[in-house]
């Protein structure tokens, strides 16, 4: 069985460490070079969300008007008598910006019908009063993204 010297246990030792004082995430992350990988390392410390690293595409311009989402379905065009009401998840992306990208996901939002090739629907407003506007996304829309956009009065 190999013997690990202390300069090689210094990092995963220093990421624990870390980790147990409570240091923020990206000071605790650790890169641990692997012999003869040119370059080439192990990360150590908490994993972090994906979405965390891409751009934030769903920013507020301060324009002073944002989006008021009225409602959203998804397969509304399906048959049968299903449950397509789908608001809740645009809103919690898109409510109160002035600009948003919302992905649509069936694996977030659930698939109200299997089998079917769903289209995505939803409607919003820009400021009280104003004029309802729609954003849409043709079958199959899981995968797809529509844009709810308020900075254009």
Same mark, same amino acid.
């Given at each position: ?7 090689? *246990? ?114 919003? *407003? ?28």
């Amino acid at each position: 069985m190999a013997r690990a010297s202390l300069k090689d *246990m210094v990092g995963p030792l220093l990421a624990v460490l870390l980790l147990t004082v409570g240091v923020s995430p990206a000071a605790a992350q650790i890169t641990i070079p692997l012999p003869g990988s040119g370059g080439g390392g192990i990360q150590i410390g908490p994993q972090q969300d994906q979405q965390q690293h891409a751009p934030d595409q769903n920013r507020s311009y301060g324009t002073g008007v944002s989006i008021r989402v009225l409602g959203a379905a998804y397969g509304r065009n399906c048959a049968g008598n299903v449950s397509t009401n789908v608001t809740d998840d645009l809103a919690r992306q898109c409510q109160g910006r002035d600009y948003c990208v919302y992905r649509i996901d069936a694996r977030q939002i659930g698939d109200p019908r299997p089998g079917c090739a769903k289209e995505y629907q939803a409607r919003y *407003m820009c400021r009280e009063g104003g004029n309802e506007r729609y954003a849409s996304a043709n079958p199959e829309a899981s995968g797809q993204s529509v844009v709810l956009d308020c900075r254009r009065q």
